[in-house]
């Protein structure tokens, strides 16, 4: 059943089967061939956090149309597209309206047993649709605060693999972070060390 954790923020445990989680690891191997990379962030640390992109590629903090590298950022698969919006439609009762922003953008993070990622807000985009997050791997301890600050008040919540959060309305610019994942928690059969994220989000930047 879903759980609205905050007005706008729903999450619906166990939303993908096994069968579809195996499916989406094996999809991100192949989407994560050219390798993970770690940011350096402005002030100079790195993100423990590796990351990749479809359709867009994000760095700290910009959407860029090309990978590091000068070569272009893979396609934006219509498998993640209608993901969306199903996971859009199950969380809320309704799908995206018609004029909203089309899901354009998929990062791919992959945290190891030491990873986590701090409390931070996603405005990079300049569409407010929801972001669409998926769990695949090791579960995590996910961290929901508030759109005022950084700090408290906040909320923890385990994200297992196959969960769905879904984060839009008044939570779409919420600060949020995952202070740590647990490892050795990933279901055996994904063949999985550690835990990916898939967030899928509408940049409302031109096509
Ligand atoms: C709440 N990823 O990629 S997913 C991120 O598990 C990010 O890798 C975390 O935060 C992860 O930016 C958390 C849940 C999530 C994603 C986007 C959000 C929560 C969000 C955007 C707005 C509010
Ligand atoms: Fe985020």
Redesign the pocket.
Known sequence: PPVEIAPG?VHLPGWLSEEQQIVLVERCREWARGGMRHHTMPRGGRMS?GMTALGLYWRPYAYERVLPDGSPVPPFPEELGDLAVRAVEVAYGAPPAPEAAPYDVA?I?F?DAGAH?GM???RDEVAREP?V?L?LGDT?V?R?GNTETRTRPHTDVE?RSGDL?V?GGP????Y???PRTRSGTAPPALGLVG?L?I?LRASGLPA
């Open positions: 923020a956090v990062l993070n945290y990622m931070h807000r996603d972001v997050s769990s995590c996910f929901f994200l959060f984060f939570s779409r610019l919420a949020h972070g995952v835990r994220n967030t």
